[in-house]
């Protein structure tokens, strides 16, 4: 008979999720069983093509023990998360040779796999993405970039979102215009089209400064030196021409003449202006709108070159675990932490919504709901909060943060205060060692609207 896989219930129960089995538990318990088998161990090291390595180690069963199948399955889990918070096209693992092979196995023949493996290598990296066997991993090395706080001049800010679109105008610091405009770039299939709405918008913010000095901006996906890696916005793109989108901000750039221009994740900058708007580093900033974004700020006040994808990053171990519709794996925080979370639990709760409607109007449908003090909508806020507080758990055992940043639509109206409560009585239930570090905090409406542009307006270092 097969040893059981330790996946434990939560304390503090989603109200809409009875299956919920979070990563944080699941992980700490099999630590535990681990340490009481033996001093076994596994090691993992992740190369970036800038030549950053990232180490990371944890426990496993000695391969003779009872439970050692489901090694596999946790350090897989703990890969998973790894990848797509720091990146890497190429892994180093130096563990138990079973696991080793069956990881090799999974990035070459698995769906789930071989969608990571080709993201990350090819996509991302330009690379074959591969998974090396050694005893020998190579020595750490991170690099962290300086960008961001620059906010002497003329400078334009933006930020490109599945729904709408947004840019400033700033001067020193101080935003003196700000637009938002409607838009659905997913389906778009022509470059131009992408080109031209984004000038738009830079043009607007344009006449109301003397000059442009520097534009900075965030947009949902992985940018790599301006260039776009993987981005859900341009998924409308077909292949052969998406060598344009890939070089769009560059053209943007010369466009306006070569100034400084920086373009990154919007969780970076998420997480960048709650840094600046708080004084404060060490600071996680978890955005939730029709996708989840992360950021962090280290303890030192850089950005770096991690991915911080949290929307691939598993959160929940449960067999049973929602889908991503993008890469068919379970269990991933963009079905938690976003809109298609909230349409997901409408079902569970009893929200009805017609055949068809689209995320953004189901997620307006629950915030009205909640307006009106709907016990059904309560819930699903309740749930989100109690995926928060798990995952604010799990998040700590790969980022030094002491605050997390907590925005997005998901997050306006009565539903944001819920979910942050929620997620603090987590915390004091399960994990009170983390309960007395971490703070959740929520911006303002005035920081939401105008600490976005300026962050982003100040990445670039101005000539």
Known sequence: MADPLILPAPKVQPPLDAAFRPAALAQRAFAAQAASAGPAKARLALEQADGSVFHFE????????????????????????????????????????????????????????????DIMGTRIYGQPFEVVLTRDIPPARANTTPLGRHLGGCRIGFDLGASDRKA??????????????????????????????????????????????????????????????????????????????????????????????????????????????????????????????????????NITSWLNELAFAPVDYSPTAPVDEWSGDRGCGVQYFSQQGVGRLMIPAGIEAPAGEPLPEKLVRVQKLMEQGDARAEKIYQTIGVYLGYAAAHYAGFYDYRRMLVLGRVTTGKGGEIILNRAREVLQAEFPELAGKIRFDMPDEKEKRHGQAIAAASLPAAK
Not at 92 to 109: E, H, M, N, S, W
Request: proline share 6%.
């Open 58 to 117: 944890t426990p496993v069963l000695p391969e003779n023990a009872p439970g050692a199948t489901h090694n596999f399955f946790f350090v897989e889990r703990l890969l998973k998360f790894l990848l797509w918070q720091r990146g890497g096209f190429r892994v180093y693992f130096d563990g138990p040779a079973t696991v080793g092979r069956q990881l090799q196995d999974y990035f070459k023949t698995t769906p789930t796999g071989k969608f990571d493996a």
């Open 168 to 301: 400033a105008a700033v001067i020193d610091g101080r935003v003196v215009f700000s637009d938002e405009t409607v838009w659905n770039p997913v389906p778009q299939s022509d470059p131009q089209w992408h080109f031209d709405q984004v000038m738009d918008s830079l043009k607007k913010a344009a006449q109301h400064l003397p000059r442009v000095d520097a534009i900075g901006g965030s947009s949902a996906g992985v940018y790599v030196n301006n260039r776009v890696r993987v981005a859900s916005l341009f998924r409308g793109v077909p292949a052969e021409k998406f060598d344009r989108v890939r070089n769009l901000f560059l053209e943007l750039q010369k466009a306006w003449g070569g100034i400084p221009f920086e373009v990154v994740n919007d969780g970076e900058v998420t997480a960048l202006a709650g840094s600046m708007a708080l004084n404060e580093n060490a600071v996680l900033g978890v955005a939730m709108g029709s996708s989840q974004a992360g950021g962090f700020v280290t303890p030192e006040g």
